[in-house]
């Protein structure tokens, strides 16, 4: 069993150790010490990083036996029985420790107001979660989670001592600890003053202050519990920036103060959805108009007018429209495509007064075309890829097809 140095002091970052064992596992090399500073990935917590002699811890992992296992970016050249020097990262010890202590104090928050009990924490590399078994409305839960960070952040204001010591399972019965052990020889509880008792194995700040601030960033229900995502500390002061460069980003670009933002966007939208009608009915304008145009000028075959159009900058949206405008006058086949340098679009209509099939028509085309397509007798859609060949094509089944 490895010598949990984290345990006695968080805040140590640099030990020495002798080597008891080394090894590999699925191609990773790793080191056992007789003792670490190193915490291992659990308890929702992911484990520290940092160096060992030259080489980087890039995990500590613990084992069934108690064996902490860490983890490096190469083979290393200290052998069993060599005295080694290692460093933990402070900066990503910190981090977690802001995290994992601040989830301490919320989720006594949550349990003081409302005594709803935490069922399950994890850490990530942008973001912490806790699930918290909270009955309550949709409609309260936004309130309600408000009163428990401002509950959690005078905790943390206030700078109260965090105490971490050993009791026996008998010793611990006797405190009112939060949530059950899962250590059976010994319990090893995380006190905040006059706050919250907890049996805990990871790495906690010696007072609340350092936990800088905790900052709810959302929630959502996930299996009859409210899931809720915070940020503490350093990730705190980086959400924030990444929040106010956001909003300053928009006011500069709205030109409007923040508190105009959310007005001038939906202003915006409102805006959007009346030039989006307007525009619809132009373009029906536009193109019951452009139709008499093509037809006025369209040559009469086999007792039909025949309009083939090929478009360089249309939405299919507007070919099938065009389309419809034509065909709603009798005996018309409209024969329309857009292209650009890789594809075509195509749109086959006819009116309802002429035999001829606008899917056999689409399909000989695209056929010929490398495409595909297909519809019905009075209306068929494809798409084909040579391009080059799209107005022959056209061309050619007008004159040929009955
Ligand atoms: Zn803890």
Redesign the pocket.
């Known amino acids: 069993m490895t010598e949990k140095l984290y345990w006695r002091d968080s805040h140590l970052t640099a030990f020495t150790a002798r080597i008891v064992d080394a090894g590999e596992h699925a191609g990773k090399p790793y080191l056992v010490l007789d003792r670490t500073a190193f915490y291992p990935t659990g308890g929702g917590q992911p484990s520290d990083v940092g160096r060992l002699g030259r080489l980087r811890v890039v995990e500590a992992a613990i084992e069934d036996d108690g064996r902490i296992l860490h983890y490096l970016d190469a083979a290393p050249s200290a052998r069993i029985g060599d005295e080694i020097e290692g460093e933990i990262d402070p900066k990503h010890r910190c981090e977690i420790m802001q995290q994992?202590t601040g989830q301490?104090i919320l989720s006594q928050a949550f349990f003081r107001l409302y005594g709803a009990e935490t069922r399950g924490f994890r850490i990530s590399d942008g973001i912490a979660e806790i699930d918290i078994a909270l009955d309550a409305n949709i409609s309260e839960v936004p309130r309600a989670i408000e009163r428990a960070e401002d509950l959690a952040d005078e905790i943390v204001f206030e700078d109260r001592e965090i105490r971490t010591y050993e009791l026996t399972p008998d010793q611990a019965a006797q405190l009112p600890l939060r949530k059950e052990s899962f250590i059976t020889d010994c319990v090893r509880v995380?006190e905040i003053d006059d706050f919250d008792f907890?049996p805990?194995g990871?790495t906690?700040a010696k007072r609340t202050g350092e936990v800088g601030l905790i900052a709810v960033r959302g929630w959502e229900r996930a299996k009859q519990m409210i899931r809720i995502r915070f940020v503490c500390g350093v990730r705190a002061l980086r959400d924030y920036r990444e929040a106010n460069g956001i909003v300053d980003a928009l006011s500069r670009r709205l030109t409007v103060g923040r508190d105009e933002i959310e007005a001038s966007i939906v202003r915006l939208g409102d805006e959007n959805k009346a030039l989006s009608r307007r525009v619809r009915d132009l373009s029906a304008m536009a193109a019951k108009a452009e139709a008499d145009e093509l037809l006025a000028a369209a040559g009469e075959t086999r007792g039909r007018r025949t309009v083939v159009r090929i478009f360089d900058d249309r939405s299919l949206d507007e070919l099938k429209l065009l389309a419809h405008r034509l065909t709603e006058q009798t005996g018309v086949v409209a024969l329309l495509a857009v292209r650009d340098a890789a594809s075509a679009r195509l749109v086959f209509a006819r009116s309802s007064d002429l035999q001829v099939d606008m899917s056999v028509w689409m399909r000989e085309v695209c056929t010929k075309l490398d495409g595909r397509g297909g519809g019905k007798p009075d209306f068929a859609q494809g798409g084909a890829s040579r391009v080059d060949l799209l107005e022959a094509e056209l061309r050619d089944i007008t004159e040929h097809t009955k």
Do not use: L
């Open positions: 994992h301490h995380v907890s805990c990871g906690h």
